[in-house]
């Protein structure tokens, strides 16, 4: 099997799709840990956040993740899989956007493009 036959192989896609999902799902998890305005400050920030699921359910989802990314590393090389991999980037910033309001300048709309062209161009040559 050729290097662009494995990078494109269904198990390397499923696992590539299921890890964006996971990672992006404890960034955003962790966001909305991180950003509870009942929070307070200094420790008593850290013991609400740790009471709070949204910090657990971020931990849970590293945990997949984490097994998810070896399964992938272990079907396509490293700097393919890395390259692949930055796709996170884009999803964060767009739910980042989406779920937190956050701010989408022209230079970081510029980045995802940018981002997911290499995305794109690695996916596919491989």
Not at 3 to 28: A, F, R, Y
């Amino acid at each position: 099997m050729s290097m662009s036959n494995e990078l494109m192989s269904p198990l390397v896609i499923v696992l590539w799709i299921l890890n964006v999902l996971v990672d992006s799902g404890g960034q955003l998890a962790f966001k909305a840990a991180a950003a509870d305005p009942r929070a307070g400050d200094g420790l008593a920030r850290w013991r609400w956040m740790m009471r709070r699921p949204w910090l657990w359910i971020g931990v849970g989802c590293y945990v997949v993740e984490f097994v998810l990314w070896l399964a992938f590393l272990s079907l396509v090389p490293l700097s393919n899989g890395v390259l692949l991999g930055s796709i996170n980037i884009v999803a964060v910033m767009i739910f980042g956007r989406i779920l937190f309001n956050e701010k989408l300048t022209g230079l970081r709309v510029l980045g995802i493009l940018l981002v997911s062209i290499g995305v794109g161009i690695a996916g596919l040559k491989g």
